[in-house]
């Protein structure tokens, strides 16, 4: 079985839902918080591995994941 994770605009929500009901596909849908929590904790568990993370990796989860105005935080 594979997972496909697919962006959807909210307009379009029900439609793609429905029609993934209607083919029997079990779906799931995921905000964009429950997202940002999903990286930030793969982030702290791979810190917690190491035991440390260099702060390039750290602006780069950000930046693709989170909106940031400013590197400078």
Do not use: H
Not at 16 to 45: A, G, H, P
Not at 48 to 70: A, F, N, T, W
């Amino acid at each position: 079985m594979k997972t496909v994770i697919v962006t959807i605009p909210e307009k379009e929500e029900s439609f793609f839902l429905s029609m993934l009901k209607k083919m029997k596909f079990k779906s799931q849908v995921v905000t964009e918080e429950e997202l940002e929590d999903e990286v930030l904790s793969r982030w702290i568990n791979e810190g917690m591995k190491s035991e440390d993370v260099p702060m390039e990796k750290v602006y780069q989860l950000l930046e693709k994941y989170l909106i940031i105005p400013d590197k400078q935080l």
